[in-house]
């Protein structure tokens, strides 16, 4: 469920067509799935559009192997020695995506997508965020739909291993905001 969220939620933040490829008629794989595809704000994220699509603007220095070789790199048909000769598939140990949500910088939807074996505590600083123009801001979590709270500068969450968090910010007047962190 952790890797569906994540790769769902990629997809949502870059504005790619949403597409399903699993087998609907598996009750058992739909039932754990569904909280996930039938998120309306996920997919309202997904329909969102202020001026750009939504893309990755901060990455961990740090990288992790997730295969082998990376056979996204090979030709059709490549030999097995083709295959042994590539250089293997890595990743930042974490990575954030954004996505404008209204135009000016009040809103903006950001995905903390944690790619590596264990649990993090992942930092967001709201002023690393392309556009985002609040200092102090009201968060919301996707995935629980509800509000974590106002925050100044930054928040920290923990995010599992393959898994993400999926954050809504919106700019507060920080003379009316009342600042939990």
Same mark, same amino acid.
């Given at each position: 469920?952790?890797?569906?969220?994540?790769?769902?939620?990629?997809?949502?933040?870059?504005?790619?067509?949403?597409?399903?490829?699993?087998?609907?008629?598996?009750?058992?794989?739909?039932?754990?799935?569904?909280?996930? !595809?039938?998120?309306?704000?996920?997919? /309202?994220?997904?329909?969102? =559009?202020?001026?750009?699509?939504? %893309?990755?603007? @901060?990455? &961990?220095?740090?990288?992790?192997?997730?295969?082998?070789?990376?056979?996204?790199?090979?030709?059709?048909?490549?030999?097995?020695?083709?295959?042994?000769? !590539?250089?293997?598939?890595?990743?930042? /140990?974490?990575?954030?995506? =954004?996505?404008?949500?209204?135009? %000016?910088?009040? @809103?903006? &939807?950001?995905?903390?997508?944690?790619?590596?074996?264990?649990?993090?505590?992942?930092?967001?600083?709201?002023?690393?965020?392309?556009?985002?123009?609040?200092?102090?801001?009201?968060?919301?979590?996707?995935?629980?739909?509800?509000?974590?709270?106002?925050?100044? %500068?930054?928040?920290?969450?923990?995010?599992?291993?393959?898994?993400?968090?999926?954050?809504?910010?919106?700019?507060?007047?920080?003379?009316?905001?009342?600042?939990?962190?």
């Amino acid at each position: 469920i952790a890797e569906t969220r994540s790769h769902f939620a990629a997809w949502a933040i870059v504005s790619s067509p949403l597409t399903l490829s699993h087998d609907p008629s598996n009750l058992t794989i739909m039932d754990a799935i569904w909280p996930v !595809l039938s998120n309306r704000e996920l997919l /309202a994220i997904s329909q969102a =559009y202020a001026g750009y699509s939504g %893309g990755p603007f @901060k990455e &961990a220095a740090e990288g992790l192997q997730l295969a082998a070789a990376d056979t996204a790199l090979a030709r059709p048909g490549a030999s097995a020695a083709e295959l042994a000769a !590539l250089p293997p598939l890595r990743v930042p /140990a974490w990575q954030y995506l =954004y996505k404008p949500l209204e135009w %000016g910088g009040r @809103k903006a &939807a950001v995905l903390l997508m944690n790619h590596g074996k264990e649990a993090a505590q992942l930092t967001l600083a709201f002023a690393d965020v392309p556009g985002l123009g609040c200092r102090a801001c009201s968060v919301r979590d996707v995935w629980s739909r509800k509000d974590v709270g106002t925050f100044n %500068g930054s928040v920290t969450l923990g995010v599992g291993s393959h898994d993400c968090a999926l954050l809504v910010l919106t700019h507060v007047s920080p003379h009316v905001a009342r600042v939990a962190a």
